[in-house]
């Protein structure tokens, strides 16, 4: 099945026209805790493995979208994006799965409330806060299953940031996709914090889709891959209802460096990490040898995300100066 076939299935016997002026919706960023890192089909953004990542509470974006004449304007963070960048035209394909007719343009106006000096990837937060956006503007009250499963087809792990808290996304087997969404979990941790570290906020040179695409291809190392993920998943799912800080944090890094432990052995090459980063590492293992809880995720690119618990902040913003501390579970702050 194509995107615009699912879509068409999912929206049947909904509005395909505006029904307000204007849609509005604010979706959380996510970072994965076992993550997502390669696809069984490049279409549908269908994962090999299902994964677990926990929301970043109020950091997130916030997206308007209005109909509009003269073709589609898209707006980050105030400024207009051009028309022929790679995100601008990412949208607009998108969108066509949506225009009630071929014509119909879209203004929206997106606004990103992680810092973005910060080097965070925000296409999950914004692809699902527009899909949240699309459902209020056409008023198709959509389940969260179903928005998550248009979110995906958005971004990947957009299907995650349509929820907050410890979120699942179930990979599924079918080749529509249709049972491949993403669900909340029951549990919360107060204490639980996550310390952005910002080496460098530059675009990176190899997308996750082109690495995802290079590793699952050329990787010995992928096989071993799969067979990982569902044990982190399993050990994963205990620390949380557990609120094992421990296991958490081992699992995470674990599985954080086996997902780069595939992109080193592909061909060519691929390696996110900076010098810098293999400084921040260190000093992370470092700590924890000196018997201090931290741990690190990394996702595709060089900034470590550092997991502690509330205690710690004080210690580890001395320890690594401008460390950006997120606290998931926490009224806004
Ligand atoms: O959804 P994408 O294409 O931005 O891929 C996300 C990949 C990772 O961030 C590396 C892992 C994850 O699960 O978020």
């Known amino acids: 099945m194509?995107?615009?076939e699912i879509v068409e299935e999912l929206l049947r016997g909904r509005s395909r026209r505006p029904q307000k002026e204007e849609g509005?919706?604010?979706a959380p960023a996510n970072i994965a805790l076992?993550?997502?890192?390669?696809?069984?089909d490049e279409e549908l953004n269908l994962?090999?493995?299902s994964s677990l990542s926990v929301s970043l509470g109020r950091r997130g974006s916030e997206v308007c979208i209005r109909p509009c004449e003269n073709g589609d304007r898209f707006y980050l963070n105030g400024e207009l994006l051009p028309a022929d960048s790679l995100f601008a035209r990412r949208l607009r394909s998108y969108l066509d799965l949506f225009r009630p007719e071929a014509e119909t343009g879209f203004e929206v106006v997106a606004i990103n409330t992680i810092p973005t000096a910060?080097?965070?990837?925000?296409?999950?937060?914004?692809?699902?806060a527009l899909v949240l956006a699309l459902n209020d503007l056409f008023q198709w009250q959509l389940d969260l299953r179903t928005l998550s499963i248009l979110a995906r087809l958005g971004s990947g792990s957009a299907c995650r940031s349509v929820y907050e808290g410890f979120v699942l996304w179930h990979a599924g087997n079918r080749p529509d996709g249709l049972?491949?969404?993403?669900?909340?979990?029951?549990?919360?941790?107060?204490?639980l914090r996550l310390g952005l570290c910002v080496i460098c906020d530059e675009v990176k040179a190899v997308s996750s889709r082109e690495g995802m695409r290079r590793t699952t291809r050329t990787s010995p190392l992928y096989a071993a891959w799969s067979s990982t993920v569902e044990k982190h998943l399993a050990d994963l799912r205990v620390a949380i209802a557990q609120r094992d800080?421990?296991?958490?944090?081992k699992t995470a890094e674990s599985n954080a460096l086996a997902m780069h432990a595939t992109m080193l052995a592909a061909w060519p090459p691929l390696m996110y990490w900076l010098p810098e980063t293999v400084e921040t590492l260190h000093r992370v293992w470092r700590l924890r040898d000196q018997g201090v809880p931290v741990y690190f995720t990394m996702d595709a690119g060089p900034n470590p995300k550092?997991?502690?618990e509330q205690p710690l902040t004080d210690r580890l913003e001395r320890e690594f100066p401008g460390l950006v501390v997120i606290a998931p579970f926490e009224p806004a702050s």
Not at 118 to 128: I, K, Q, R
Not at 182 to 190: D, I, S
Not at 245 to 249: E, H, R
């Open 34 to 40: 076992v993550k997502y890192w390669g696809k069984r």
């Open 118 to 128: 910060a080097g965070f990837a925000s296409s999950a937060s914004g692809f699902a």
């Open 245 to 249: 800080f421990q296991l958490l944090g």
């Open 47 to 49: 994962p090999v493995t």
């Open 306 to 308: 550092l997991l502690f």
């Open 24 to 26: 509005k919706a604010f």
């Open 2 to 4: 194509t995107k615009l």
């Open 179 to 191: 049972d491949s969404f993403a669900e909340r979990l029951e549990e919360t941790w107060p204490s």
